[in-house]
């Protein structure tokens, strides 16, 4: 099993009235990279201010490599903490180059070997041909490469990256973030990442952590949460998702679209549930007989955004390719991709087994 190297145990943390964090649990494993994700105000930054000694927890405990560095007797300073931050506007020393921006945590070394290190990291980040130069004179790019760099010099425990490429334009933006990724792992780097952007998340994290109102909805991996979310907040906010009302009846869920898929383990079961459909699981076939109509189109290069409206009014949404687009008016069969098995919600949940 992999050795534990951050532990939030029962965090919270409120500001007046506001609680940002509440009774957060949650672990990193060495050389883990964990995606945090939610609605601003969801409690994401605070977290890594906790962590990273910015903030004090009003309840909780913080361990980062099994030392406890917050809790109800113990407090352990920034500087102590072996945490590394990146973030989202680099924060870089405009007078010191870029070499001397990666030696500023390493004071407590021989002057040998911070020289060693600082060598060492810059050609891990692959800057060594910018070493002389000042930030005002780097790409956006490489800003954000030499504040990780930095970052990572002392060997810290963990590193936290406060939606770090938010700044920069699309572009540039998935280069750096491959960068970024790249050299975490090449370290071994234990990592938590805020970012807004869902694809990034499920992209970028061997975990996804969505966060909702100060607590974790789901923490698991990216295919999991995409896939199989566990709530009905998870569900919309990973992504365009509807919820149709459905039935499930010895096994049989049916939907006013038809029959949506089988659902097993269910038999004898007889319940009303909404059914949660992704626009890449919907499928349409033009049909005079079909229940649903075309309302609107939205052309993605290489897809297609059909919107649809059934017969209650519900709005559902299927991608299409670019070679395929119905008109709005067109008259559509609507039905679920074969071997797709959505999720199921009772309430705000999802289940996966008969409630009750």
Known sequence: MSRVVLELEGVTKSYGPVVAVRDLELRATAGELITLIGPSGCGKSTLL??????????AGTVRIDEQVVAGPRDWSPPERRRVGMVFQDHALFPHLDVTRNIAFGLDGMPRSRRRERVDEVLGLARLGHLARRYPHELSGGEQQRVALARALAPAPAVVLL??????LDETLRGQVRADTVALLRTTGTTALLVTHDQTEALSVGDRVVVMNEGRIDQAAGPVEVFEQPATRFVASFMGEAVFLPAHVHDALLTSEIGLVSTVPGWTGTD??????????????????????????????????????????????QSWQPHSVRHPPGTRVAVSVVAGVRPTLLVGDRAMTEPPG
């Not at 406060?162 to 700044?167: A, G, K």
Request: negative net charge; proline residues 10%.
């Open 271 to 316: 319940v009303d549930v909404e059914v949660v459909l992704r626009p890449h699981e919907v499928a349409l076939a033009p049909s005079p007989e079909g229940s649903g109509v075309v309302c609107g189109l939205e052309y993605h290069g290489a897809f297609v955004l059909h919107s649809v409206r059934l017969p209650s009014g519900s709005l559902v």
């Open 49 to 58: 201010r906790v962590v990273a000694g910015l903030e004090r927890p009003d």
């Open 162 to 167: 406060d939606e770090p490429f938010s700044s």
